[in-house]
């Protein structure tokens, strides 16, 4: 089992940039996938990216580009470096962690087993 803690979000202008990170307690944390998703107001909770064990990172198209996903094993902790960020990206995010899912599954919230409390983001003009 797994705990995870979100922290980093808040108010920036549009253009800007957030880190978000999300730490892990418990044991096997490098055998997790874990992810990113996202819930505005009114809408889905909506995909935004996934770092496997092995390293390979994937994205939602939304964000290709501007967000990167990484991990660093001897903390615990996934982040989320948010770049160029735009009014659509004001969400809460959530961090999630899942062990043993396909590629075909890592975009939907149901395949992750862990979820954090979430993190508000709020992009101004």
């Known amino acids: 089992q797994v705990q995870l803690v979100e922290s980093g979000g808040g108010l920036v202008q549009a253009g800007g940039s957030l880190r978000l990170s999300c730490a892990a307690s418990?044991?096997?944390?490098?055998?997790?996938?874990m992810g990113w998703f996202r819930q505005a107001p009114g809408k889905e909770r909506e995909y935004v990216a996934t770092?496997?064990?092995?390293?390979?990172?994937y994205y939602a198209d939304s964000v290709k580009g501007r967000f990167t996903i990484s991990r660093v094993y001897a903390e615990n902790t996934v982040y989320l470096q948010m770049d160029s960020l735009k009014l659509e990206d004001t969400a809460v995010y959530y961090c999630a962690a899942a062990l043993g899912m396909t590629i075909a599954t890592m975009s939907m919230a149901e395949a992750y087993n862990y979820w954090g409390q979430g993190t508000q983001v709020t992009v101004s003009s």
């Open positions: 418990g044991r096997s944390f490098s055998r997790y996938v």
């Open positions: 770092s496997w064990s092995g390293g390979k990172t």
